[in-house]
């Protein structure tokens, strides 16, 4: 809750537009069931969006090639995508996901923060707000 509030904050110093982009965001004035349907949908459908694009990307450098900025032929040197890099890649994505899923399985809380269990109240701010492990080193170079 105080996150997507203080994130979403940060867009009010737009000028001009900026007060009027957070209540379109918020969806009200204030982060709500709305926002948090909004923030669900984004991060359901960011995933399907990144790998469209990736395979646009695959697509055309399939197509064309890469650039080659010598300009001289080489197509002797040039080895086909699909088997082996596909099975190559495919492979480590098989591992990584059982490694992952196994982890999530047999312990599914390894990684969150016990703050996120404590019901959101927008009356009280909690004492000590800190970002997530992946933020601390921003977080550190603000605070010093």
């Known amino acids: 809750f105080w996150g997507a509030t203080v994130i979403t904050n940060l867009l009010s110093a737009i000028p001009y537009l900026g007060t009027m982009l957070v209540n379109w965001i918020w969806g009200g ?4 069931n709305a926002t948090l349907t909004r923030f669900y949908t984004f991060h359901f459908l960011l995933p399907f969006i990144i790998l469209m694009m990736t395979m646009i990307h695959l697509l055309f450098l399939h197509q064309t090639g890469s650039n080659n900025p010598l300009g ?5 040197d040039k080895i086909p ?3 082996f890099f596909t099975f190559k ?3 480590g994505f098989i591992i990584l996901l059982f490694l992952l899923t196994m982890l999530t399985l047999t312990n599914p809380y390894l990684l969150g923060d016990p703050d996120n269990f404590i019901p959101a109240n ?9 970002p ?5 080193f921003a977080y550190a170079i603000l605070r010093s």
């Open 81 to 83: 995508f699909h088997p």
């Open 132 to 136: 997530e492990w992946y933020f601390l």
């Open 122 to 130: 927008p009356l009280v701010t909690p004492v000590h707000i800190q």
């Open 29 to 32: 004035f204030a982060v709500d």
């Open 72 to 76: 001289l032929n080489s197509n002797l």
């Open 89 to 91: 890649d495919l492979i």
